[in-house]
């Protein structure tokens, strides 16, 4: 027997998915349109406006730390419907403010908006509903996330051509708002515990399938308490591993289109972005349908770890200037970008007692965004200093492997099924 069609949580799923599909165009990818936009249009310092956009992030961090205790008090349609609010007024703000260090106060506002509606939040809408097929779920909704690159990226530019930043920022900010309002009170009211709802519906997922996982035991050891968090190793493995990963991604990928672009032009450039994107989308796919019953999370996270550094090395064995190489390492490492979002949450479902979820999940993402902050700027100082372009790909596959090994330590050698 499979799940009965009526199963709300699969609803909850894409609705999920459409508010990651906003978060991340507008608080993610949006601030890279604006660096550019902000520099090449109204000549302010790249330096300014990269450190507002190390606010914005750093910011949401401190927020997301606490969003279990904000959704147990205000719950998570008021939280996500806050979240889109001032994910609005906060694009707005950016594209209106008349100075540059008022960049600051605005990045104050957006990045509360993508603090309540990111990574942590989109794993707290989904997670209560499923266990078994939580492998599938989760990589369903976080798919949005790339989904919104492929989209908003290009959108963004059009719009700001044809209309200017002010405008194109109050019209994108204006239908987040509206349309996450509406999803939030649709889709996120109901839960499992309601009359005729429960976690994975009525279905139990075939033999083999990555979605017949079981949830953590609850024999297994609750998360310390306080500042004890950080000497718990299955804890400390977990942040450290990808927070060095997402360290590596985020700095490479702010710097890929401007290192593509001598070989492939400025549109092919942006294609190979796409591509990239598009095979994030693939490889998450694969990780939340395919992964085994009963395997090692972590082992698979040191895989998908190892494939962006084959992806790094095919960059860099390009040279900047061999096409098939360029597009191979785009590919290989753009399987693994969607994953360091989405495996996080799916680790801690097999090692952590349910009710330390949600608090697991926001302290890491929140330690994720706060290391992931400097990143860009870091490997742009390195790419100054050494003038080769190819110094951050380097660096980037050496903290790649660095995170293989560091999630490899906190592994118990057991899978998810015990």
């Known amino acids: ?113 993508w603090a309540l509606t990111s990574g942590a939040a989109i794993n707290a809408m989904v997670a ?98 306080g500042a004890a968090v950080w000497r718990d190793r299955r804890f400390l493995t977990l942040s450290a591993a990808f927070a060095l990963g997402l360290f590596a991604q985020i700095g490479l990928v702010a710097h890929l289109f401007s290192l593509l672009a001598p070989a492939l032009g400025e549109a092919g450039a942006g294609l190979a972005v796409s591509l990239a994107t598009g095979c994030a989308v693939l490889g998450r796919t694969l990780v939340g349908w395919l992964l085994p019953a009963g395997a090692d999370r972590r082992v698979a996270a040191a895989l998908n770890f190892a494939v962006q550094v084959l992806g790094c090395l095919a960059l860099l064995a390009a040279g900047g200037a061999s096409v098939p190489l360029l597009l191979l390492g785009c590919v290989l490492f753009g399987l693994g970008i969607g994953n360091l979002t989405s495996l996080p949450p799916l680790i801690a479902q097999s090692e952590f007692p349910r009710t330390d979820m949600g608090r697991v999940v926001a302290l890491v993402t929140a330690t994720n965004q706060a290391v992931f902050a400097f990143a860009p700027a870091l490997l742009g100082g390195l790419r100054d200093a050494t003038g080769w372009g190819g110094a951050p790909v380097l660096l980037a596959a050496f903290v790649q492997l660095a995170a293989a090994a560091v999630v490899l330590v906190g592994s118990s050698g057991k899978g998810g099924a015990e």
Do not use: E, K
């Open 128 to 225: 209560p509903w499923f266990d078994r097929w939580r492998p599938a779920a989760i990589s369903i909704a976080f798919n949005g996330a790339s989904v919104g690159g492929v989209l908003f990226a290009p959108l963004w530019a059009v719009l700001i051509a044809r209309l200017g930043f002010p405008l194109a920022a109050v019209l994108i900010g204006a239908t987040m708002t509206a349309a996450v309002w509406w999803i939030a009170g649709a889709y996120f009211r109901t839960t499992p515990g309601d009359p005729g709802q429960r976690p994975d519906g009525d279905g139990t997922a075939p033999a083999g399938s990555g979605a017949a996982m079981r949830p953590a035991p609850a024999s297994r050891a609750p998360l310390p308490a």
């Open 1 to 113: 027997m499979t799940t009965v069609p009526s199963f709300f949580g699969w609803r909850v799923v894409w609705a999920a998915f459409a508010v990651a599909v906003f978060a991340w165009g507008v608080g993610f990818y949006g601030p890279s349109v604006f660096l550019h936009v902000l520099h090449a249009g109204r000549g302010w310092p790249v330096s300014m406006v990269s450190a507002a956009i190390t606010c914005h992030f750093l910011l949401s961090a401190g927020i997301v730390a606490r969003l279990p205790a904000l959704h147990r008090r205000f719950g998570l349609v008021a939280t996500t419907r806050a979240g889109a609010v001032l994910a609005g007024l906060g694009v707005a703000a950016w594209a209106a403010v008349p100075s540059p260090w008022m960049l600051f106060p605005a990045a104050v506002v957006s990045g509360a908006g």
